[in-house]
């Protein structure tokens, strides 16, 4: 990952919650869980331009699936957190915990 | 089947936001999650949801696009108009509520005329229904009489416009239960009604075409109220008329049909019924095959009907068939009352939108000084305009919120107060129509009333010679507006008391009874278990002497029909003399016309005696003496019933009763004891009791359910009503309706046309102070000053009415036959209303008048 490409930690939100979707990265079940497991409630715009923002980086990828029922017809986007996306997320995890150590203490 | 199931969201949001979503995959996607959540969101919020959801997506849409100067009215202006309306909340209160007040009428009347009248009803292509009836002689096609089945059954065999038919009749049935005996509304319908209509049960199934007799269809409302909403009672039996009968499926909710049935049971007919084209007792209707229009199919119907005349000339004689689309049925006579209601909520929405903007023309006048400092250091006039624009945005969306608020409580409440006279009225609720109505309302509302002050404010080109206090003398335009909210205050007013003058009249007219202290009540015997004649008579005749007995009742009768509601007509014949074929006929026992306060004229009433069969006693009113006896003594003459030669001999006048309602002459009747040898209560499984109470009405009626579920459980009463009550409705409820409506938009209209006269005389006292200390100071007297102020509200109060009585003439026009007995321009109500207007007025000017007349010369001077 170059270290030039900067990830938010909204981001990081969404790339952990697809991660934990797994084969049900679709963008209802993610912003269901972003608000039940992260406390988080995004507005439908912020979470599609925040999922555009994770593409164009390079971090998710996304099948199109046709013929779904109950859409009127219209497609649905299976997200999956690329090789690209872990690796991010590896090293701001890496970041944060180097960070975190030593300070404990002083946050409990 | 399943396509009408599906749902969707409505197309016009689909089409909007396919135009800010993203191009490709990634709009269409969002789309298809939007329908998915649509799909799970309750069905009377999906619409709302969605359009939130739109409105949600499109302001994160614009945040990705360039900043435009609409954007910039909504930044920059509209943060304006809120900390500036923020800092002068008594005016921003004002406004808002005059514009929610104004939004909420509208809104509520247009959900409740959508919902009654243009909604479509809930059945599949309703369009192609038609409602189909025997047509006699010269009578409005639009009065459909019912058919014989065995024309029907022709007309079925021989049509080739029409898809299918379906028929059905009206009557009651009595449940009976753990909890009680109800009476309810049934519908007996031809197998497959459901399907006919092309409505699916939501649980079970529809009619079959070789059911057993003993089935029911419950609507949803019965289903979730008295069966517990389970869908597990399908198959089970419950008691109609004491016979048990199977469930066999649940009708979905929202349906509508007349007469709003809660069962509805399989329509039968026996080979001789079948046959009959004498008797005509079934309501037909006809789904015409795709394509054709209802004209064509009528001139079918009416081709093999002419057939049918020739082939059965006895009984089909001047018979046509008519026919009208179901919808237009089942709202007849709802139109007129729905356009006076839609009338008048527009004059109270345009009144407010006049109010709010001669309230900001008065705010821009005495902010003159401020714009024209903006436009001398270089503002243009169009910021301007958009400053004041921004203003009326907010007031609008907030006075719009407000409104839709007060609508959704305002549609309730119009239905449970008037119900009874709007057609659909079950099905009118507050939904996705009520908050559409609610946005165009305030887009209206938003647009008359910024057009004056945008055009104040574009028109800037005074400089700053305008003084602190505005310019004194340029309220020209305001004073328009006003005059014209008085205009529509006259004609709201003036309409309402045409409508209160005619119901004043209609109250003064005797009807024949004495109202006060009577209940009345039909009771029906399930013939299960009353299955002869005598033990139906003598059921009735014990539950009588039981009601007499007891203390709180003063005397107790029974009759054939409920009290002022006459209709039961046919032949009479005096002997010797002159015969009727429209003499009201009536059973009733001793006591009735004690009971309901009629007179005896001449000779006797019925006494016990005279209800054993054998006797031929009858009572004729004192209308038959006059018209079919010219006035001669009817002691001891002899009349035939019907077409029969039994003789009944006439024992007694009594007083006439106004049976036909008050504006039609009590038509000729006669009378005749239940239980004699005359047509009697045998005929008819339902009588009507009468009941004149010791005390209050009200408090009987406990002690009479008590009494007759001790006597047998599975009695019901049905159509429970205070002789009052059922007068009040002879007089007519839409008249008591558009009273009620009209005079309460009529108040809000003279209210809010006083504070527009308040309003621009107390700004004119104020910009004249000085003018006013001058002339004090040069021995003008307090008292002059006071009627130069009033005079000036007056004027512009005496402008205003003469338009208003000039508008009020026409709209009174509207009215039509809810008028009774006054003309459209009856000049003492036209005169009260103009009286009244003009002393509101006075009032209204009194307080800036006493400030002008109380002024300190030298404080007044001193204020420049």
Redesign the interface.
């Known amino acids: 990952v170059p270290s030039n490409v900067f990830i938010g930690e909204l981001e990081q939100l969404v790339l952990l919650t697809l991660l934990r979707l797994g084969d049900r990265g679709?963008?209802?079940p993610l912003r269901e869980d972003l608000s039940r497991l992260a406390g988080r409630s995004l507005?439908?715009?912020?979470l599609?331009?925040t999922l555009?923002r994770l593409e164009a980086k390079g971090f998710v990828s996304w099948d199109?699936e046709e013929d779904?029922p109950?859409?009127?017809g219209?497609?649905?986007?299976r997200y999956r957190v690329s090789a690209s996306g872990v690796a991010a997320l590896r090293a701001s995890r890496r970041a944060l915990l180097h960070l975190w150590s030593g300070l404990e203490q002083v946050l409990r | 089947m399943t396509a009408r199931h599906t749902v969707s969201p409505p197309q016009w949001i689909v089409r909007w936001l396919r135009r800010i979503l993203p191009p490709g995959s990634a709009g269409a996607t969002i789309l298809g999650d939007l329908h998915e959540e649509y799909g799970c969101v309750r069905p009377g919020l999906r619409n709302f949801w969605y359009l939130w959801a739109a409105i949600g997506l499109s302001l994160g849409a614009s945040r990705t696009t360039r900043p435009s100067r609409v954007t910039a009215f909504v930044t920059r202006d509209v943060r304006l108009a809120v900390r500036s309306l923020v800092r002068q909340p008594g005016y921003a209160f004002g406004a808002i509520l005059t514009l929610g007040l104004g939004i909420g009428a509208t809104t509520s009347i247009a959900s409740v005329v959508y919902g009654s009248v243009f909604k479509p009803l809930p059945f599949d292509q309703a369009g192609r229904i038609l409602r189909i009836g025997d047509q006699w002689g010269n009578v409005p096609p639009t009065s459909l009489s019912s058919m014989s089945v065995a024309n029907f059954l022709d007309l079925d065999e021989r049509s080739r416009t029409v898809e299918r038919f379906a028929a059905f009749t009206y009557g009651r049935s009595t449940i009976s239960g753990a909890g009680g005996a109800r009476s309810v509304r049934t519908l007996q319908a031809t197998p497959g009604f459901l399907d006919f209509l092309g409505v699916a049960p939501q649980h079970g199934r529809d009619i079959g075409a070789v059911d057993p007799s003993n089935i029911v269809l419950v609507t949803d409302d019965m289903w979730r109220a008295s069966l517990g909403g389970r869908p597990s009672v399908v198959g089970d039996t419950i008691l109609v008329d004491l016979v048990p009968h199977t469930i066999i499926g649940i009708i979905p909710a929202g349906f509508v049909f007349p007469g709003e049935p809660e069962l509805i049971r399989p329509l039968e007919w026996s080979p001789s019924r079948r046959a009959n084209r004498r008797q005509r007792s079934i309501e037909g209707l006809a789904r015409l095959a795709p394509g054709i229009a209802p004209s064509v199919a009528l001139q079918e119907m009416n081709a093999i009907f002419a057939e049918l005349a020739s082939a059965h000339p006895k009984e089909n004689e001047g018979v046509r068939i008519a026919g009208m689309p179901l919808t237009e049925w089942m709202i007849q006579g709802a139109r007129n009352r729905m356009a006076i209601f839609a009338g008048a909520v527009s004059a109270v929405l345009l009144i407010a939108c006049v109010n709010v903007a001669a309230l900001l023309l008065a705010r821009g006048e005495r902010r003159r000084h401020e714009m024209a400092v903006c436009a001398a250091l270089g503002a243009d006039r169009w910021a301007l305009a958009a400053r004041a624009v921004a203003e009326v945005a907010v007031l609008g969306a907030a006075g719009g919120l407000l409104g839709v608020l007060l609508a959704s409580w305002g549609v309730k409440v119009i239905v449970a107060t008037f119900g009874d006279t709007i057609p659909r009225a079950s099905a009118i609720q507050p939904d996705g129509t009520t908050l559409l109505a609610g946005i165009a309302a305030t887009l209206l509302a938003s647009l008359v009333t910024a057009v004056f002050p945008a055009a104040q404010a574009a028109r800037l080109t005074e400089s700053l010679r305008a003084t602190r206090s505005g310019l004194p003398g340029r309220q020209t335009l305001r004073r328009v507006l006003v005059a014209a909210q008085v205009a529509l205050a006259v004609v709201l007013a003036s309409t309402a008391g045409l409508l209160l003058n005619s119901l004043w009249r209609l109250g003064r007219i005797d009807l024949g009874v004495v109202a006060d202290r009577v209940i009345t009540f039909g009771l029906a015997l399930p013939p299960a278990r009353y299955t002869t004649p005598e033990s139906m008579s003598q059921t009735f005749t014990a539950i009588l002497e039981e009601l007499r007995d007891m203390p709180q009742v003063e005397s107790a009768g029974a009759t054939t029909r409920r009290p002022l509601f006459g209709g039961t007509n046919g032949t009479v014949r005096v002997v010797g003399g002159k015969s009727s074929e429209r003499v009201e006929q009536r059973a009733i026992t001793p006591g009735y016309f004690d009971t309901v306060g009629a007179r005896i004229i001449a000779g006797r009433d019925f006494v016990e005696s005279d209800a054993t069969p054998g006797r031929r006693a009858v009572i004729v009113n004192d209308a038959f003496v006059r018209g079919l006896l010219d006035g001669a003594s009817p002691i001891g003459t002899n009349v035939t019933l019907a077409n029969s030669d039994v003789t009944y001999e006439v024992v007694g006048v009594v007083s006439d009763i106004r049976e036909m309602g008050p504006e039609a002459a009590a038509p000729a009747g006669v009378y005749w004891a239940a239980g004699s040898a005359g047509p009697s209560f045998t005929n008819i499984s339902t009588v009507t009791i009468v009941v004149r109470a010791t005390g209050s009405p009200s408090s009987v009626l406990p002690i009479v359910r008590q009494q007759l579920a001790a006597r047998d459980p599975d009695l019901a009463l049905e159509d429970i009503a205070t002789l009052e009550s059922l007068w009040s409705r002879r007089l007519g409820r839409d008249r008591h309706t558009a009273v009620s409506l009209l005079g309460s938009f009529a108040v809000v209209a003279v209210v809010l046309g006083c504070v527009g006269i308040y309003g621009v005389v107390a700004l004119s006292v104020q910009q004249r102070m000085r003018e006013f200390g001058i002339r004090l100071a040069l021995g003008a007297t307090g008292g002059r000053l006071l009627g130069h102020v009033v005079l000036e509200g007056v004027l512009i109060a005496v402008a205003g009415t003469a338009v208003g009585l000039v508008g009020a003439a026409f709209a009174a026009r509207l009215l039509g036959r809810m008028l009774y007995e006054i003309s459209p321009r009856d000049p003492a109500t036209l005169a009260a209303t103009a009286a009244l207007m003009l002393a509101a007025a006075v009032l209204a000017c009194a307080w800036p008048a006493m400030r002008a007349a109380r002024v300190a010369p030298i404080d007044a001077l001193r204020q420049e």
Not at chain 1, 43 to 46: I, K, Q, T
Not at chain 1, 74 to 77: D, I, S, V
């Open positions: 679709y963008a209802l507005s439908r715009g912020a599609y331009r555009e199109l779904v109950d859409r009127g219209h497609p649905r986007r």
